[in-house]
C-alpha cells in the first residue's frame, strides 16, 4: 500500500467472474506522512482512504467483469461503516462484490477485515466509461498487472498464461 500514491491494493487474491468477487490484500505502511497530521502520536488510517481502499478492489472487479472494456470511476459512497481502527502495520482483506451492472454504471458491496475483525464495509456505485473516452488503458493496465489482476482473470477464465 503507498498512501501518498493511492495504491491502496497490494495483490489480488482470488477472483470469481461468475460469482463476482474479487479478494485483495494490501499491508498498511510502518510509516507515512499521512501518520504525521492523522494522529500525532496515534498513527490511524483515515476512513477516506478506506473508503478508497474499497473503491479501488470494487474498481478491478469490474474492469475484470468487463475484461478492461471500461474504466470505473467512483460516484456514490452508501452507508460506509468504519467499525474499527487501522494502524500502522495492519494487514488488510479487502473483498467486493459485484452487486449490478449495466446502463453505465456497477454497484458493489465492499468490506474490509484484519486479523479476522470487520474494519470497514460500505456499498459503491461506480460510473464506467469506454477506455476510448478516457486517458487511462495503459495505466490502468499496467497497475492490474502489478497487483496480479491479470494473472487472476487469466485463472479465473482457464486462459493460463
Known amino acids: 500500500m503507498q498512501l501518498e500514491y493511492f495504491q491502496m491494493i497490494d495483490r489480488i487474491e482470488a477472483l470469481d467472474l461468475e460469482q ?3 479478494v485483495a ?3 498498511v505502511p510502518d510509516a507515512s506522512p499521512v501518520f504525521e497530521g ?3 502520536g496515534m498513527p490511524l488510517v483515515p476512513g477516506v482512504l478506506l473508503i478508497e481502499t474499497m473503491a479501488q478492489a470494487s474498481g478491478f472487479l469490474v474492469l475484470a467483469r468487463t475484461d478492461f472494456a471500461a474504466m470505473p ?6 452507508g460506509a461503516k468504519m467499525r474499527d481502527f487501522v494502524t500502522p ?3 488488510l482483506e479487502i473483498t467486493a ?4 451492472e449495466g446502463s453505465g454504471y456497477a454497484v458493489t458491496k465492499a468490506r474490509i477485515t484484519s486479523g479476522g475483525k470487520k474494519v470497514a464495509d460500505c456499498q459503491l456505485k ?3 466509461l469506454p477506455f476510448d473516452q478516457v486517458p487511462l488503458a495503459a495505466i490502468v493496465r499496467k ?3 502489478e497487483v496480479g489482476l491479470l494473472t487472476a482473470m487469466a485463472k479465473a477464465t482457464g486462459d493460463l498464461l
Do not use: I, K
Not at 470511476?73 to 452508501?78: A, E, H, P, Q, S
Open 20 to 22: 463476482g468477487t474479487l
Open 25 to 27: 490484500s494490501s499491508t
Open 38 to 40: 492523522h494522529f500525532p
Open 73 to 78: 470511476f467512483l460516484m456514490t459512497v452508501d
Open 89 to 91: 502495520g495492519s494487514a
Open 97 to 100: 462484490t459485484l452487486e449490478h
Open 126 to 128: 461506480l460510473r464506467t
Open 143 to 145: 497497475r492490474a498487472d
